[in-house]
């Protein structure tokens, strides 16, 4: 069989730990056998971040801007620990931020689903996707304690120096204020990747704030998606057979519990670090998530929601049988050479994506499973492999349905 021809590179950003080993086997055994891949190469991993002074993280992502598809592993955000442990020049700063600010994306966040792994949730039968809003609120805010009594105001000060000024509040005694902001821009950028994102997936979206309370600050929010969608999304969603819909946070979360899913949930900031929490562990496992950072431009970047998967890596180092599960790092693969097949009129690249996809789920759904799995599903008959036992019986249905 002649292998897949590919015209564009993949931005390929390769990571640390656990996830850099399945990075390897992955695409030794499960890309390079069946594809000429083809893919610029950035090394993401944390000593060549440090001997890089981190400039290979900005390359990576203006190459992104360069091909539009990007392909990224985990990899590690350091802290103290790990400044000491690697020896670090400094505490760079998390890959996936300066990326995100590079590109000004939004991160889009999918369940994967598989037979015998029930989502808690019973009502739920497709993915729900988190869109979550990168920038601002409460992440960026300024806050301070009172010691009362006293008079907390608001003021904001043009250009010219014209204040104007609002009161918080007025203490008769102790307490708390906090102030934090957005930009009309970022929230443009979030509308128009999460209306690009719905029509890319063919998907409703919906949006919640809590406009009703905030009649000012999440109000803009609600109008701004309004706006842009009237002005440049309705005919692209009715054409598409999708619907955009907004309702009241609250609401919104009552809704998505009695819904079967299969749609995309755009959220606020706070609204969507803890939604995306919720709906992934209401699917299942982490494991399971996958990601995808999406630029208003339209550029994508595709990775796994968890991270390097730190404590397996140094079982594996100790010479350890590990049990990881590779199947959000395959489908970060699979969502980027579908996308460049799609963007390349490749259409045997965007099928073989659909085959290895359905390999894995099979796999699992056959009752061969990484530990992490092996305690969630409710398959009867069903039996935990090591990482690289788990990617050859992905192999090998891969290779039934490459024939069919
Ligand atoms: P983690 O790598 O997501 O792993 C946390 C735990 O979750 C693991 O110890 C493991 O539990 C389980 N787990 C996660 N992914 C798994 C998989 N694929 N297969 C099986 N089990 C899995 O988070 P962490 O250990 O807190 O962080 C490690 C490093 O990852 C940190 O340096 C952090 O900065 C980085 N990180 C990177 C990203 C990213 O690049 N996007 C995201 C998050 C974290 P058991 O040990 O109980 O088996
Ligand atoms: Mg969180």
Same mark, same amino acid.
């Given at each position: ?20 080993? =399945? ?168 509308a128009r990747a999460c209306f690009n994102y719905a029509l ?12 009703? =309370? ?102 594996? &180092? ?37 085959? &290895? ?34 990617? =050859? ?12």
């Amino acid at each position: 069989m002649s292998k897949i021809r590919m015209t564009t590179p993949l931005v390929e950003m390769d990571g640390d730990e656990m996830t850099r080993v =399945i990075w390897q086997w992955i695409k030794e055994m499960l890309l390079e056998p069946y594809i000429d891949l083809k893919t610029e190469y950035y090394d993401l991993g944390l000593k060549n971040r440090d001997a890089t002074d981190d400039q290979v993280t900005i390359d990576a992502a203006e190459a992104t801007k360069k091909y539009g598809v990007a392909v990224k592993c985990a990899t590690i955000t350091p802290n103290a620990e790990r400044v000491k442990e690697y020896n670090l020049k400094q505490m760079w700063k998390s890959p996936n931020g300066t990326i995100r600010a590079i590109l000004d994306g939004t991160v889009f966040r999918e369940p994967i689903i598989v037979k015998g792994i029930d989502p808690f949730v019973r009502t739920w039968k497709r993915p729900i996707v988190i869109a979550r809003h990168a920038y601002g609120d409460v992440y960026k805010n300024v806050e301070m304690s009172v010691t009362g009594p006293g008079k907390a105001e608001l003021v904001c000060t043009d250009k010219s120096g014209k204040e104007t000024r609002m009161t918080i509040h007025d203490f008769d005694d102790d307490g708390i204020i906090m102030g934090m902001h957005n930009t009309q821009k970022s929230i443009e950028s979030f509308a128009r990747a999460c209306f690009n994102y719905a029509l890319d997936r063919k998907m409703d979206l919906w949006f919640a704030t809590k406009d009703t =309370i905030s009649k000012t600050y999440d109000h803009r929010f609600k109008d701004i998606f309004q706006d842009i969608y009237e002005a440049e999304y309705r005919d692209k969603f009715e054409k598409a057979g999708i619907t955009y819909f907004y309702t009241l946070i609250d609401d919104a979360v009552a809704r998505v519990v009695r819904s079967e899913g299969g749609f995309i949930w755009a959220c606020k900031n706070y609204d969507g670090d803890v939604m995306s929490d919720m709906v992934a562990s209401a699917f299942g496992s982490l494991a399971m998530m996958t990601s995808v950072l999406v630029s208003p431009e339209g550029y994508y970047e595709y990775e796994a929601a968890h991270g390097t998967v730190m404590r397996h890596y140094y079982r594996h &180092l100790e010479g350890h049988e590990t049990s990881t599960n590779s199947v959000a790092t395959i489908f970060a693969w699979t969502g980027a050479l579908r996308k460049r097949g799609e963007l390349d009129n490749i259409p045997e690249l965007s099928k073989f994506a659909d085959n &290895l996809e359905k390999a894995c789920k099979l796999t699992i759904e056959e009752g061969i499973m990484t530990k992490d799995l092996v305690a969630l599903s409710v398959l009867e008959d069903k039996k935990a492999v090591n990482t690289k036992d788990f990617l =050859i019986e992905i192999k090998k249905r891969l290779d039934k349905l490459c024939e069919a």
